[in-house]
Every structure is written in structure tokens, then in C-alpha cells.
């Protein structure tokens, strides 16, 4: 190959160094590609011990068995721990950097030690040609010998470890001076059969050869001064495979580098890791310590931010799911003794009864009813407060809250002699379920009722505020001790009033409790003042414009 870039023509009456063209060029010796067999009667092509397809119709493939195996891979991989799955992935993208950066690396060096190559016998020829244009210094004029020209270029030219210059004058090889490297192109025989190939008016040859394992990349240049009739040839090759080796050190290191960073990554990382997962395993230990019984276990919150607020959470949860089942096994164990004094009460009559006695089985007929109502009135109220925390407990509608009231109290007029007495200023429309709202309104005048004597005032009343609508129930009865305020709306709770009033038998003790959801399904909320000796208000608070929620009953 030429480089016509650092080569030029130089036309001198006693020197000729011409540069020529890659067809000139001495060729190489490459052995030529072996051709492709024909193709047979299936349409293959023979490729040594391989074919492939030429011109063969497309069919399509069968399930591939393989595929099937796919799943367990996955499914080992999911068995792993998340922090070796994290590591694993972090030194995959660690090795895969490594890799490219190490291809990057070598193109890279390969690149430098061609240039390294090229401009190394760029230089040779342009020294050469420096000479050739100068004068002998032995003469003090222009070169008048090609052996005296050569001698000179070979004894000035120092080469590197991977370098070697060797010259021929009419065929016969030039001794080579003292220092000329341990690159013997003398003893290169396949470099000399070019050099003898070299004629007056050949150009400059570029090639390469391989010689007991070296690959050398080589420049041929023919030398004549005038008319003399001496052939010069001068040779300058380097070693390609000593400046690869270079390489391939440096691509040794790198990979040395890169397995230790790697060891480095996944130690750092498996601590790194196991630290700030650490928080994850103390919830894994912790969930699995937690039962049906026991919720009082709660997770360790140290560790990052992220996990920290996780742990957070989770305790939040554990204390909701343990409110819950408080809450529920508080109600089973209410709900059963409620239960069972009716039955017991049932059953204790029935046994005493005298079946021959007819006016003995009329009073445990009556008895055993209202007993039953009773129970079936406890399984209602149960089944409202169960049905309260349903999306579909309420069904809002564009409702007159003081039409609402009035029409409430006109019903409860007929619970009892009362003095009873309407208070509505709201004058407002609001979404409410008309149904439900009545509902806990008598359910109010009710218990109003049974803590008032004949004659007392009830009064129900409405008023509005910025943000909400307020609905109450006052009566002038004797009141709530104010240590029983703060347990009023628990279920199954019955004041020492209607003790003392000798009623702790009537009703469910739920009435209250109802209110209360109805009041918490709306988005609102129900609160009680009470003096004794004075009486007490009960008020329903309703927001104006906030949607209905669902409500979760304590």
C-alpha cells in the first residue's frame, strides 16, 4: 500500500526515490478464499463442515421446547434474596461496563500502535530522503555512491526494540552496524526475496509478512544516484506482534483491575446491601411472630428514611388491625352476654312451668315473647351497625333539613306525654339520607323519653353554621353523671339512670351507638352536654357540602 501523505517524488540527477502505486506494489502472498461448494438437491450449500440455507423454502416452526424451561429459571431467580438479586443485577451492569470499557480500551491502543506503526516507517523513508537531498559528509558534496549513501543512512538510524532496518547494494546485503537492535531483517528471508525484486525504477513498497511467529509490517525503497549503475535497496520493518503485546499487557492489567474492582463491588455491596435491608428482615421477623392472638408485636422503625417510614406504616397498621379485633372480640363478648341472659330467662321459665297450670302457661308464653323480641330487636340494631360501614348504608338525596325535623317530631309525639316543642332557623338543603337522619332522630327521642316524666320538655331544633348544619334533640329529664359522658355512645351501654328507674332490662343498649353511625356515615359526628338535675342535648353535626363516607364502627 502507498501513502502518498509523507512520500514524494523526488527527481535529482544523481538520486532517485520514486513513490508508486498500490498496483506496482509487490504483492503478498494470501491465500485465496476457498470457494463455496454448489448447492445440492435441498437448497444447502456446503461451507466446510457447515451449510446453509440458499434459496430453501421458509417453514414454520414447532413449539420450541425450550420456551418451557424458561419458567424455572425465572422461578429460581425469584427464590433468591432481594439483596442477592440486587447485587447480582449491580455486578452484571458492573462487568457488562468493565467489558465495554475494555473493548473500548483495546480498539483504542490497537489504533495508537497503528499509527505508532505507520508514522514509524514514515519516518524512516523521510530520513532517508533528507539524506539522499544532502551531501556526503565525508566529500562535502552530493552523494555521488548509493553504498556510501546507504552505509551513512544504516550507521544514523538508531532503532527502537521493535525496529530493524536492513539495506542491499546490486543484491548483495549491506553488514549491519553495531546497535542495530535485535531485529535481524537480515536473517528475514522473505523480506530479502522482496527486496531482490526491486528494480531502478520500482516504487516504494508497503506490506507486511509473518516470520517464526512475528507479524512485521515493512518499507521497501530502491535507491539510485545518476547515472551510476548500483542498485540500492534500503528495508525498514517493524514488529507488529511486539506492539500488540503491549496491548495485550495493558488489556491484562485491565482485566486484573476489573476482577478485583468486582470482588471490591460485591463484598462493599453485600454489606452495603444487608445493612439497609436490614430493616426489611426485621419486619419479615416480625410479621411472622404476629397471630390471631397476639398483635401486640410492632417493627423496629430504624434504618433509611424509606424504610423507616415503611416500618411506620406498618406499625399504624398493626395498631388498626389490633383496634379491630379489640374491638370485635369486645363486641362478641357484649353480644353474648346479652344473648344469653334472654335464654337463660326462657329457659328457667320453662322449666318451672307447670304444663297442667293454664294461667302458668299463658304468663311463660308471654313471657318467652317478649323475651324474643327482645333478642330480635338486639339482632337488628346488630345488624344496622354491621350494615352502617357498607358504601350502601346511605342513600343521600337534595334534602329539607328543618321539613326533616318537624316531621320527626310529629312521629315522636305518639312515643310518650311529652311536653314537645320545634326549634328550626337552618333554612337549609343539604345531601343527607332523609331516612337515616329520621331514624337516629327518634332514636334520640326515644332515649329522651325514657330519662324524662310525663310533662317534661323535649325539644328538637336546627341550626346553621359556616361549614355545617347542626340537628339536636333536647329534653329537661335528670341528666348524665358526667363520668358516664365519655362511655354514652359505647355499644351495650346503659346508664345508672334507668337502673335506679328500675329499666336496665329494656332495650339493647345499642340506640345510642346507632346514632352515632349514622351521624360518622354522613361525615359527621354526634356529641352530648348533660347537667344533672337539668337534662341534656344531643346534636347531630352534618357537613353542608362534604360527600358521605363510609364509615368503619368502632
Known amino acids: 500500500m502507498t501513502d502518498r501523505s509523507w512520500l514524494e517524488r523526488v527527481d535529482e ?126 566529500t562535502g558534496q552530493p552523494f555521488s555512491s548509493v553504498g556510501a549513501l546507504l552505509e551513512l543512512a544504516m550507521e544514523r538510524n538508531i532503532p527502537n526494540l521493535r525496529e530493524g532496518f536492513v539495506a542491499t547494494l546490486n543484491g548483495q546485503v549491506l553488514p549491519a552496524p553495531q546497535g542495530s537492535g535485535d531485529l535481524h531483517l537480515e536473517r528475514v528471508e522473505p523480506l530479502l526475496q522482496r527486496m531482490a525484486q526491486v528494480r531502478a525504477n520500482s516504487p516504494v513498497t508497503r506490506g507486511s509478512l509473518v516470520h517464526e511467529g512475528r507479524e512485521l509490517q515493512y518499507v521497501i525503497v530502491g535507491v539510485t544516484v545518476g547515472d551510476s549503475p548500483d542498485l540500492g535497496v534500503f528495508a525498514a520493518a ?32 453485600a454489606l452495603a446491601f444487608n445493612r439497609v435491608l436490614r430493616p426489611l428482615q426485621r419486619l419479615g421477623d416480625t410479621a411472622e411472630t404476629i397471630t390471631g392472638t397476639d398483635l401486640s408485636t410492632r417493627v423496629d422503625t430504624r434504618g433509611p428514611s424509606d424504610l423507616k417510614k415503611l416500618a411506620e406504616s406498618v406499625n399504624r397498621m398493626l395498631d388498626r388491625l389490633q383496634a379491630a379485633f379489640a374491638g370485635q372480640k369486645a363486641m362478641l363478648d357484649d353480644v353474648g352476654h346479652e344473648l344469653r341472659t334472654p335464654l337463660t330467662v326462657i329457659r328457667g ?129 335528670e341528666g348524665i353523671p358526667a363520668k358516664e359522658l365519655a362511655n354514652v355512645f359505647n355499644r351495650f351501654e346503659r346508664g345508672t339512670s334507668l337502673r335506679n328507674r328500675g329499666e336496665a332490662g329494656q332495650g339493647s343498649g345499642l340506640g345510642l351507638s346507632i346514632v352515632s353511625a349514622i351521624a360518622r356515615a354522613h361525615g359527621g359526628q354526634v356529641t352530648v352536654s348533660s347537667q344533672p338535675g337539668v337534662g341534656s342535648q344531643f346534636t347531630i353535626t352534618l357537613p353542608r357540602n362534604a360527600p358521605t363516607i363510609p364509615l368503619e364502627f368502632e
Not at 514488529?239 to 474492582?261: I, K, W
Open 238 to 269: 517493524v514488529d507488529v506482534s511486539a506492539e500488540y503485546a503491549l496491548n495485550d499487557r495493558a488489556v491484562r492489567a485491565h482485566s486484573a483491575a476489573s476482577l478485583a474492582a468486582l470482588l471490591l463491588i460485591a463484598s462493599l455491596g
Open 349 to 477: 321459665h320453662l322449666e318451672l312451668m307447670n304444663p297442667a297450670d293454664e294461667a302458668d302457661v299463658d304468663e311463660t308464653r308471654t313471657l318467652v315473647t317478649d323475651e324474643l323480641d327482645r333478642m330480635s330487636r338486639l339482632i337488628d340494631d346488630l345488624v344496622l351497625i354491621v350494615k352502617s360501614e357498607a358504601p350502601d348504608f346511605l342513600r343521600p338525596t337534595p334534602t329539607d333539613v328543618d321539613a326533616t325535623v318537624e316531621s320527626a317530631l310529629t312521629r315522636a309525639r305518639s312515643l310518650a306525654d311529652r311536653d314537645w316543642r320545634l326549634d328550626t332557623s337552618s333554612g337549609l338543603v343539604v345531601e343527607v339520607d332523609e331516612q337515616r337522619l329520621t331514624q337516629a332522630l327518634l332514636q334520640l327521642a326515644s332515649n329522651a323519653v325514657r330519662f324524662t316524666d310525663p310533662g317534661d320538655l323535649i325539644e328538637f331544633g336546627t341550626r346553621r353554621s359556616t361549614d355545617d348544619v347542626q340537628v339536636w334533640v333536647r329534653d329537661a329529664g
Open 13 to 138: 540527477a544523481t538520486l532517485s526515490i520514486r513513490p508508486v502505486d498500490d498496483s506496482d506494489s509487490v504483492p503478498t502472498a494470501v491465500s485465496p478464499p476457498t470457494p463455496a461448494s454448489p448447492p445440492d438437491e435441498a437448497g444447502w450449500i456446503s461451507m466446510g463442515d457447515e451449510k446453509s440455507l440458499a434459496g430453501a423454502p421458509v417453514v414454520a416452526a414447532g413449539p420450541d421446547p425450550s420456551a418451557k424451561q424458561a419458567a424455572p429459571r425465572r422461578s429460581r431467580w425469584a427464590r433468591l434474596s432481594l439483596s442477592t438479586q440486587v447485587l447480582s443485577a449491580l455486578l452484571a451492569i458492573a462487568s457488562l461496563g468493565y467489558v465495554l470499557t475494555g473493548l473500548v480500551n483495546i480498539a483504542i491502543q490497537r489504533n495508537a500502535a497503528d499509527e505508532r506503526i505507520e508514522a514509524s516507517l514514515a519516518q524512516e523513508v523521510a530520513e532517508l530522503r533528507t539524506l539522499a537531498e544532502g551531501t556526503d559528509p565525508v
